[in-house]
T-cell receptor, first 114, second 112 residues
Framework: DTEVTQTPKHLVMGMTNKKSLKCEQHMGHRAMYWYKQKAKKPPELMFVYSYEKLSINESVPSRFSPECPNSSLLNLHLHALQPEDSALYLC?????????????FGPGTRLTVT | TQLLEQSPQFLSIQEGENLTVYCNSSSVFSSLQWYRQEPGEGPVLLVTVVTGGEVKKLKRLTFQFGDARKDSSLHITAAQPGDTGLYLCAGAGGGSNYKLTFGKGTLLTVNP
């Protein structure tokens, strides 16, 4: 089973709202990722968690706050977003310690900031 | 900084035609992954190539990794409308196991 699930599928939020994106995988992967993707562009890495610890933060603004409650779950908390943050947010996971680190993506959450 | 040049950026062909997508770099990658992404969905991993000179086939899709592990190609034989999507190559290596270097993508449209 190579499935990563994400909820919600679509999210519309105002600039003063607080919302969260959720990601879950049951492949036993210990590395999890958040990406941001604009239309017809490749995904841009935001955060990487390895063994539930934040490993990489690609200088993402603090209005995005990641959280990894356990090895299967990954959240992205959103507050005070800007319209330019509207994008497809993708979660991915990969095994640790096994080269190549193949990344499996979820279906994404389409976020619109109004 | 590693870069992957992917070409062509856009491709519109008729059903039944063949096509090739290229990814080229001046950097060596430890592996290279190919993804297909449909509108509004996440990228789906098609294949990973690891060994220089490696060729992998997935039905009508043939993937090749260059001998020097700096370039790769995807060839589709007898394209079908279901092949329509954004094709992304992504290279791994360069000091981090987690960071993929993505090409800019090839948006393929196969017309019936």
């Amino acid at each position: 089973d190579t499935e990563v699930t994400q909820t919600p599928k679509h999210l519309v939020m105002g600039m003063t709202n607080k919302k969260s994106l959720k990601c879950e995988q049951h492949m036993g992967h210990r590395a999890m990722y958040w990406y941001k993707q604009k239309a017809k562009k490749p995904p841009e890495l935001m955060f990487v968690y390895s063994y539930e610890k934040l490993s990489i933060n690609e200088s993402v603004p603090s209005r995005f706050s990641p959280e990894c409650p356990n090895s299967s779950l990954l959240n992205l908390h959103l507050h005070a977003l800007q319209p330019e943050d509207s994008a497809l947010y993708l979660c991915a996971s990969s095994q640790e310690g096994m080269v190549p680190y193949e990344q499996y993506f979820g279906p994404g959450t389409r976020l619109t900031v109004t | 900084t590693q870069l992957l040049e992917q070409s062509p950026q856009f491709l519109s062909i008729q059903e039944g035609e063949n096509l090739t997508v290229y990814c080229n770099s001046s950097s060596v990658f430890s592996s290279l992954q190919w993804y297909r992404q449909e509108p509004g969905e996440g990228p789906v991993l098609l294949v990973t190539v690891v060994t220089g000179g490696e060729v992998k086939k997935l039905k009508r899709l043939t993937f090749q990794f260059g001998d020097a592990r700096k370039d790769s190609s995807l060839h589709i034989t007898a394209a079908q409308p279901g092949d329509t999507g954004l094709y992304l190559c992504a290279g791994a290596g360069g000091g981090s196991n987690y960071k993929l270097t993505f090409g800019k993508g090839t948006l393929l449209t196969v017309n019936p």
